[in-house]
C-alpha cells in the first residue's frame, strides 16, 4: 500500500520535472498526452465502461454478471488511468431504516471496489463511501472520478 | 376520548398556557393557583411575573403527561405567601382537586432568586412532598421544570422527566439541496440551539446522559465518522483514530462509554470505546449488517440490529459481547432498537409491507405490540420517565417532522421545532 502511494507520488514528481525539461527533450520525448478536464476524463469513462453504476438486489450486496461485466470495463479504464483518483459511492435501499441502509451501501462500496482491486487497480487509487437513504432509490454503487 | 383529548392538544399546543388536557378518566387532578412571593413593591411584581410564568409552565408540563390533569391556572386564585404553607385546603375541595401545588418565588441580597415548591394531598389535607432552588433569576424555567417533577413524582414514584433535553437533525429544503445542523433544545422547546453550521451532511446526534456530550456523524471527511463533541467546551474530535466508516452511536448509562457501528471492510459490527479514547473492542463478528447498539439502564446488556437471519431482528447480548439471543421473529424487519430508561420495554422501527412503523417489545421478547400506523416512522428515542417515544415521521412531501406518542397509545402529537427535523434523542433528566 505504501510502495503503491509512494510510487504514484514519485511519478507525479517525475512528470513535474519533465514538463520542465520538455522543450530540450521535445524531439525524442514520449508524444505529450492530450490534457483532458476532469468533465472530459468523466465523460470518457462513464462511455467507455458503459455507465458508472452498478445496482443491487433488494437487501443484497452480491454482484450480478451485468455488474461484473461493468466493473470489468471500469477497472481496465482506471488501469489506462493512473493519474485518476476514483470513490466508489454505496447506496442503501429506499424504505430502509437510517444506520442499516448506511451499512448496506458501504458494504455495496467495498463490494464493487474489491472487485476493481481484484482486476489490477491499484488500492490506493480506490476509496469507498456510503450515503446509506441519502438521495434513495435503487440500491447501487457509483464509481465517481474525484480527480 | 383519550385520543380526541390528544388530538386537540395537537392543535391547540401552540400556546403552552392554553394546553390544558382534559387527560384519562383516571388521571389526578392538580390545582396550581399562582406563585406567592413574600417581597413587596417593584421587587415583588417582578417575582410575582415569574411566578406567574412559572406555574403557566408547570401546568403545561403536567398537561403532557397522562397520569395528572392540571386545572387551568387562575391569577385570580392568588394565595398570599403563608397560605403556600399553610394551605386552606377548604378552598381547594370543591374544585375537585386531588393535588395541590402551591409554591413562592423570592429575590435574593446577591441578585438570584429562591423557589420554593410544596405539593399537598387535598383530599387528606396533608403535605406530600416540598422542594427549594437557589438559582439565577435567568434559570427560573429549570425550577419549575423540578416543580412539576416533584408533583409527578408524588404521583406515579417515577422520576420526573421535565428537565431533559432533545437532540435532533434540524432540517432546511428537501432533496440534494437539503441543509442538516445538530440542534438542541430543553424538551419544552426552550433554549434552542444549533450545534453545527451545515457545511456537512449529519446524522444520528446522540446526547451523553447528562446531555454534557453530543456524539453524532458528520459527512466532513466525505463519509460518515461519528465525532464527539464536548457541548460546553465546543471541542470535538473523531471518536476513533481512523478512518474507517463508522456510525449509529450511543452512550452507556453512565456516560463512561459508547457503543457504535464501525465498517471492517464489507463488515459492520459493533464496536464500543471509551467516552475519553482509547483502543475500541470489537463486540459482535458475524459478517451481516450489525448496527444501532443500545445499552441496557444498567449497562450490562446491549440490545442491536442484525440481518444475520436473512432480515433485520433484534438480537441482545452481554455488554462484553457474550451470550447473544434472538429476541424478534416476526416477519418483515425490526430495527433502530432502543432501550427504556426502567428496563421494562425496547422501543423498535419496524419494517414491512405497511412501511415503518414504531413498535415495544419486553428485553425477553414478549409483549410486542405497534404504537404507530406508519408508514414513514422511525427513530424512536425514550422519555427520561419511560412512558413516552419520541420519534420522526417522513411526510409525503419529502419532509420529516418529530412526533411524541404515549406508550399507552393515543394519536401521535407534533413536536413544535422552527423546522423540520429527524434523529430525535431524548435525554435522561439533568440534575
Same mark, same amino acid.
Given at each position: 500500500?505504501?510502495?503503491?502511494?509512494?510510487?504514484?507520488?514519485?511519478?507525479?514528481?517525475?512528470?513535474?520535472?519533465?514538463?520542465?525539461?520538455?522543450?530540450?527533450?521535445?524531439?525524442?520525448?514520449?508524444?505529450?498526452?492530450?490534457?483532458?478536464?476532469?468533465?472530459?476524463? /468523466?465523460?470518457?469513462?462513464?462511455?467507455?465502461?458503459?455507465?458508472?453504476?452498478?445496482?443491487?438486489?433488494?437487501?443484497?450486496?452480491?454482484?450480478?454478471?451485468?455488474?461484473?461485466?461493468?466493473?470489468?470495463?471500469?477497472?481496465?479504464?482506471?488501469?489506462?488511468?493512473?493519474?485518476?483518483?476514483?470513490?466508489?459511492?454505496?447506496?442503501?435501499?429506499?424504505?430502509?431504516?437510517?444506520?442499516?441502509?448506511?451499512?448496506?451501501?458501504?458494504?455495496?462500496?467495498?463490494?464493487?471496489?474489491?472487485?476493481?482491486?481484484?482486476?489490477?487497480?491499484?488500492?490506493?487509487?480506490?476509496?469507498?463511501?456510503?450515503?446509506?437513504?441519502? /438521495?434513495?432509490?435503487?440500491?447501487?454503487?457509483?464509481?465517481?472520478?474525484?480527480? | 376520548?383519550?385520543?380526541?383529548?390528544?388530538?386537540?392538544?395537537?392543535?391547540?399546543?401552540?400556546? =403552552?398556557?392554553?394546553?390544558?388536557?382534559?387527560?384519562?378518566?383516571? =388521571?389526578?387532578?392538580?390545582?396550581?393557583?399562582?406563585?406567592?412571593?413574600?417581597?413587596?413593591?417593584?421587587?415583588?411584581?417582578?417575582?410575582?411575573?415569574? &411566578?406567574?410564568?412559572?406555574?403557566? @409552565?408547570?401546568?403545561?408540563?403536567?398537561?403532557?403527561?397522562?397520569?395528572?390533569?392540571?386545572?387551568?391556572?387562575?391569577?385570580?386564585?392568588?394565595?398570599?405567601?403563608?397560605?403556600?404553607?399553610?394551605?386552606?385546603?377548604?378552598?381547594?375541595?370543591?374544585?375537585?382537586?386531588?393535588?395541590?401545588?402551591?409554591?413562592?418565588?423570592?429575590?435574593?441580597?446577591?441578585?438570584?432568586?429562591?423557589?420554593?415548591?410544596?405539593?399537598?394531598?387535598?383530599?387528606?389535607?396533608?403535605?406530600?412532598?416540598?422542594?427549594?432552588?437557589?438559582?439565577?433569576?435567568?434559570?427560573?424555567? *429549570?425550577?419549575?421544570?423540578?416543580?412539576?417533577?416533584?408533583?409527578?413524582?408524588?404521583?406515579?414514584?417515577?422520576? +420526573?422527566?421535565?428537565?431533559?433535553?432533545?437532540?435532533?437533525?434540524?432540517?432546511?429544503?428537501?432533496?440534494?439541496?437539503?441543509?442538516?445542523?445538530?440542534?438542541?433544545?430543553?424538551?419544552?422547546?426552550?433554549?434552542?440551539?444549533?450545534?453545527?453550521?451545515?457545511?456537512?451532511?449529519? @446524522?444520528?446526534?446522540?446526547?451523553?446522559? *447528562?446531555?454534557?456530550?453530543?456524539?453524532?456523524?458528520?459527512?466532513?471527511?466525505?463519509?460518515?465518522?461519528?465525532?464527539?463533541?464536548?457541548?460546553?467546551?465546543?471541542?470535538?474530535?473523531?471518536?476513533?483514530?481512523?478512518?474507517?466508516?463508522?456510525?449509529?452511536?450511543?452512550?452507556?448509562?453512565?456516560?463512561?462509554?459508547?457503543?457504535?457501528?464501525?465498517?471492517?471492510?464489507?463488515?459492520?459490527?459493533?464496536?464500543?470505546?471509551?467516552?475519553?479514547?482509547?483502543?475500541?473492542?470489537?463486540?459482535?463478528?458475524?459478517?451481516?449488517?450489525?448496527?444501532?447498539?443500545?445499552?441496557?439502564?444498567? +449497562?450490562?446488556?446491549?440490545?442491536?440490529?442484525?440481518?444475520?437471519?436473512?432480515?433485520?431482528?433484534?438480537?441482545?447480548?452481554?455488554?462484553?459481547?457474550?451470550?447473544?439471543? *434472538?429476541?424478534?421473529?416476526?416477519?418483515? +424487519?425490526?430495527?433502530?432498537?432502543?432501550?427504556?430508561?426502567?428496563?421494562?420495554?425496547?422501543?423498535?422501527?419496524?419494517? &414491512?409491507?405497511?412501511?415503518?412503523?414504531?413498535?415495544?417489545?419486553?428485553?425477553?421478547?414478549?409483549?410486542?405490540?405497534?404504537?404507530?400506523?406508519?408508514?414513514?416512522?422511525?427513530?424512536?428515542?425514550?422519555?427520561?420517565?419511560?412512558?413516552?417515544?419520541?420519534?420522526?415521521?417522513?411526510?409525503?412531501?419529502?419532509?420529516?417532522?418529530?412526533?411524541?406518542?404515549?406508550?399507552?397509545?393515543?394519536?401521535?402529537?407534533?413536536?413544535?421545532?422552527?423546522?423540520?427535523?429527524?434523529?430525535?434523542?431524548?435525554? +435522561?433528566?439533568?440534575?
Amino acid at each position: 500500500m505504501r510502495k503503491i502511494l509512494l510510487f504514484l507520488a514519485l511519478g507525479i514528481a517525475a512528470t513535474g520535472a519533465q514538463a520542465q525539461i520538455l522543450p530540450f527533450l521535445s524531439k525524442r520525448g514520449p508524444q505529450q498526452p492530450v490534457v483532458q478536464g476532469i468533465d472530459a476524463l /468523466r465523460a470518457d469513462f462513464a462511455a467507455q465502461s458503459g455507465g458508472t453504476t452498478v445496482y443491487y438486489g433488494l437487501g443484497s450486496a452480491v454482484l450480478g454478471a451485468p455488474s461484473r461485466a461493468m466493473l470489468a470495463a471500469q477497472a481496465a479504464w482506471i488501469r489506462r488511468h493512473p493519474e485518476v483518483v476514483v470513490r466508489v459511492e454505496g447506496y442503501g435501499d429506499s424504505g430502509d431504516t437510517r444506520d442499516h441502509a448506511l451499512a448496506v451501501g458501504a458494504r455495496r462500496a467495498e463490494e464493487a471496489r474489491d472487485y476493481l482491486v481484484l482486476l489490477g487497480v491499484p488500492a490506493a487509487q480506490v476509496s469507498t463511501t456510503t450515503w446509506g437513504d441519502e /438521495r434513495s432509490g435503487l440500491g447501487r454503487a457509483v464509481t465517481v472520478l474525484v480527480r | 376520548m383519550k385520543r380526541l383529548s390528544l388530538a386537540f392538544l395537537l392543535i391547540a399546543s401552540a400556546s =403552552a398556557a392554553e394546553a390544558q388536557q382534559p387527560g384519562a378518566p383516571d =388521571a389526578t387532578v392538580v390545582e396550581i393557583p399562582p406563585l406567592s412571593s413574600p417581597d413587596s413593591g417593584t421587587k415583588g411584581n417582578e417575582m410575582l411575573q415569574i &411566578g406567574w410564568e412559572a406555574t403557566q @409552565l408547570i401546568a403545561s408540563d403536567l398537561g403532557q403527561t397522562t397520569e395528572l390533569m392540571p386545572l387551568k391556572p387562575k391569577r385570580e386564585d392568588y394565595v398570599s405567601y403563608p397560605e403556600v404553607t399553610a394551605p386552606s385546603f377548604g378552598k381547594w375541595r370543591p374544585l375537585g382537586a386531588k393535588l395541590l401545588l402551591t409554591g413562592f418565588v423570592q429575590s435574593r441580597s446577591d441578585g438570584r432568586i429562591a423557589i420554593g415548591c410544596y405539593v399537598y394531598d387535598v383530599t387528606k389535607g396533608s403535605e406530600l412532598a416540598r422542594k427549594g432552588f437557589v438559582l439565577p433569576k435567568s434559570d427560573w424555567r *429549570r425550577a419549575a421544570h423540578k416543580c412539576s417533577a416533584l408533583a409527578y413524582t408524588a404521583v406515579t414514584g417515577s422520576p +420526573g422527566m421535565f428537565d431533559t433535553r432533545i437532540t435532533y437533525v434540524a432540517e432546511n429544503g428537501v432533496g440534494d439541496g437539503k441543509v442538516r445542523r445538530v440542534a438542541v433544545m430543553d424538551s419544552d422547546g426552550y433554549n434552542h440551539k444549533y450545534l453545527t453550521t451545515g457545511s456537512t451532511i449529519v @446524522l444520528k446526534p446522540r446526547l451523553s446522559p *447528562r446531555a454534557s456530550q453530543l456524539a453524532y456523524v458528520s459527512f466532513s471527511e466525505g463519509k460518515p465518522i461519528v465525532r464527539l463533541l464536548d457541548i460546553g467546551s465546543g471541542k470535538e474530535r473523531p471518536l476513533v483514530p481512523n478512518d474507517a466508516i463508522s456510525f449509529a452511536p450511543r452512550f452507556s448509562p453512565d456516560g463512561s462509554r459508547i457503543a457504535f457501528s464501525m465498517m471492517l471492510g464489507p463488515n459492520s459490527d459493533i464496536y464500543v470505546v471509551g467516552a475519553s479514547g482509547g483502543m475500541p473492542q470489537r463486540l459482535t463478528t458475524s459478517p451481516a449488517v450489525d448496527t444501532d447498539p443500545s445499552f441496557s439502564p444498567d +449497562g450490562s446488556k446491549i440490545v442491536f440490529e442484525s440481518d444475520r437471519s436473512g432480515t433485520q431482528q433484534l438480537y441482545v447480548m452481554n455488554a462484553d459481547g457474550s451470550a447473544e439471543r *434472538r429476541i424478534s421473529f416476526g416477519a418483515g +424487519g425490526y430495527a433502530a432498537p432502543e432501550w427504556s430508561p426502567d428496563g421494562q420495554w425496547i422501543a423498535f422501527a419496524s419494517r &414491512g409491507p405497511y412501511g415503518r412503523r414504531i413498535g415495544i417489545i419486553r428485553p425477553d421478547g414478549t409483549g410486542e405490540k405497534y404504537l404507530t400506523n406508519g408508514p414513514a416512522d422511525e427513530s424512536p428515542t425514550w422519555a427520561a420517565s419511560s412512558r413516552e417515544i419520541m420519534f420522526a415521521r417522513l411526510g409525503p412531501g419529502g419532509r420529516s417532522a418529530l412526533y411524541r406518542i404515549s406508550v399507552d397509545g393515543g394519536a401521535p402529537q407534533q413536536v413544535t421545532i422552527p423546522q423540520d427535523g429527524s434523529d430525535p434523542d431524548w435525554s +435522561g433528566a439533568i440534575d
